[in-house]
């Protein structure tokens, strides 16, 4: 993976929001048959669901912009970070050598996780979700 990763430029990892890896799903686990009320976590509808009152949030809060079009400015405005929030994504941004664009990139992620929450203010822990989302920005 790293061979791969070192032919991708710093400009286009910088231009993608999410960083995640998808670990492979053992053979057994896919092969093994589920009874009915066998829980794997959230289903797709309810994350569906999940997401549809989100964007309902954004739209209410910002009109027809969503979060992913926000400008810093308008990020100023509706993702404002407490002292620990901030601390801890400026420590991010040393530590990972992040540029600008992931600065707000990180911002615009956390606002999104935060409605996904249903929380009206991005907290620390949003902050530190979205960090969590850059995994191919880390420092080996």
Request: zero cysteines; hydrophobic letters at 40%; proline letters at 2%.
């Amino acid at each position: 993976m790293d061979r791969y990763l070192s032919k991708l430029s710093g400009p286009l990892l910088d231009r993608i929001d999410m960083h995640v890896e998808a670990p492979a799903v053992p053979f057994a686990e896919l092969s093994r048959k589920r009874r009915k009320g066998d829980a794997v976590g959230t289903s797709t509808a309810q994350m569906r669901d999940r997401v549809f009152a989100a964007r309902d949030r954004q739209r209410a809060r910002q009109g027809t912009t969503l979060n992913a079009r926000l400008s810093g400015k308008q990020l100023d405005q509706v993702a404002s970070l407490d002292d620990a929030s901030q601390a801890l994504l400026g420590e991010a941004m040393t530590t990972l050598g992040l540029s600008a664009r992931a600065y707000d990139k990180l911002r615009r992620v956390a606002r999104t996780i935060a409605d996904v929450d249903a929380e009206e203010k991005v907290q620390l822990h949003h902050i530190a979700e979205a960090i969590g989302f850059r995994l191919l920005d880390r420092k080996v």
